[in-house]
């Protein structure tokens, strides 16, 4: 069994692959500081949980972007699965050619997302994840990382908004019956959900100009994107586990 742990500044996922099958996933709190001795118990419940015995894990990944705590489950892994994980970065040797300026400015779930979505789909494509940040990732008929866009969190939005603006309140993240809202919700719900529809489907429209490509594939992943998925053109598809596989992918690759 493979043991994949996407790190990101919000939530953090755990999954359990067998035979390149994803059994189980569970998200946690990325704001919680842990110890390692207390990470290991939370992924041994976990593991207990679902009737998965960890002395069957042969292999560990982590795809962070937080770096102190990359290096926690690092020294849990090897401890407890007595382990060396691989850690996914710029310099692993994989397939995809990354035109960054700077390679190592590409968070390790875009890496991720990049390769697994080479994988599963053609070429060229978007790659759109909802997370604490909303990013969009291009990669060219090549299979080539471009680079691309990124842009606050819908989430992040609402509450800096409420932060900064003394009479406004945490609202539900839930589309208003109408775009001119009759009271203070609703007007902020249009002007967050709305607003950020129109600026998503904006950016898709110029990345694919850029592009220059009729046939790109646009797709959509992240813990959030279920909320905006009903109203975004042009999407391919919806693979709410992209970022898993693509650690699986990573893993499967970097120990041939």
């Given at each position: 069994?493979?043991?994949?742990?996407?790190?990101?500044?919000?939530?953090?996922?755990?999954?359990?692959?067998?035979?390149?099958?994803?059994?189980?996933?569970?998200?946690?709190?990325?704001?919680?500081?842990?110890?390692?001795?207390?990470?290991?118990?939370?992924?041994?419940?976990?593991?207990?949980?679902?009737?998965?015995?960890?002395?069957?894990?042969?292999?560990?990944?982590?795809?962070?972007?937080?770096?102190?705590?990359?290096?926690?489950?690092?020294?849990?892994?090897?401890?407890?699965?007595?382990?060396?994980?691989?850690?996914?970065?710029?310099?692993?040797?994989?397939?995809?050619?990354?035109?960054?300026?700077?390679?190592?400015?590409?968070?390790?779930?875009?890496?991720?997302n990049a390769i697994a979505g080479k994988h599963f789909?053609?070429?060229?494509?978007?790659?759109?994840?909802?997370?604490?940040?909303?990013?969009?990732?291009?990669?060219?008929?090549?299979?080539?990382?471009?680079?691309?866009?990124?842009?606050?969190?819908?989430?992040?939005?609402?509450?800096?908004?409420?932060?900064?603006?003394?009479?406004?309140?945490?609202?539900?993240?839930?589309?208003?019956?109408?775009?001119?809202?009759?009271?203070?919700?609703?007007?902020?719900?249009?002007?967050?959900?709305?607003?950020?529809?129109?600026?998503?489907?904006?950016?898709?429209?110029?990345?694919?100009?850029?592009?220059?490509?009729?046939?790109?594939?646009?797709?959509?992943?992240?813990?959030?994107?279920?909320?905006?998925?009903?109203?975004?053109?042009?999407?391919?598809?919806?693979?709410?586990?992209?970022?898993?596989?693509?650690?699986?992918?990573?893993?499967?690759?970097?120990?041939?």
């Amino acid at each position: 069994m493979l043991l994949a742990i996407d790190i990101g500044n919000t939530n953090s996922v755990f999954g359990i692959f067998k035979d390149g099958k994803l059994l189980t996933h569970w998200r946690l709190s990325s704001g919680m500081t842990r110890t390692v001795d207390e990470s290991w118990i939370t992924v041994k419940l976990l593991c207990m949980e679902e009737n998965i015995e960890p002395s069957e894990i042969r292999g560990v990944i982590i795809g962070s972007v937080v770096p102190n705590v990359t290096n926690v489950f690092s020294m849990m892994a090897e401890k407890f699965l007595h382990i060396e994980p691989v850690i996914v970065d710029e310099t692993l040797k994989i397939d995809l050619e990354i035109k960054y300026d700077d390679p190592h400015q590409v968070g390790a779930d875009r890496i991720c997302n990049a390769i697994a979505g080479k994988h599963f789909y053609k070429v060229p494509q978007i790659i759109l994840d909802f997370g604490t940040a909303t990013t969009f990732d291009a990669i060219d008929k090549s299979g080539a990382y471009l680079g691309g866009v990124i842009m606050p969190g819908f989430e992040i939005a609402a509450k800096d908004l409420v932060q900064r603006a003394a009479r406004l309140f945490k609202v539900k993240l839930q589309f208003p019956r109408k775009v001119i809202g009759s009271n203070t919700e609703e007007s902020m719900q249009s002007g967050i959900l709305w607003g950020a529809v129109d600026s998503i489907n904006g950016m898709l429209t110029r990345i694919k100009e850029s592009l220059d490509d009729s046939e790109v594939q646009v797709i959509v992943t992240g813990g959030v994107a279920e909320v905006m998925l009903p109203h975004l053109r042009g999407i391919t598809d919806y693979n709410p586990d992209l970022t898993m596989h693509g650690l699986r992918l990573i893993y499967e690759q970097v120990k041939d």
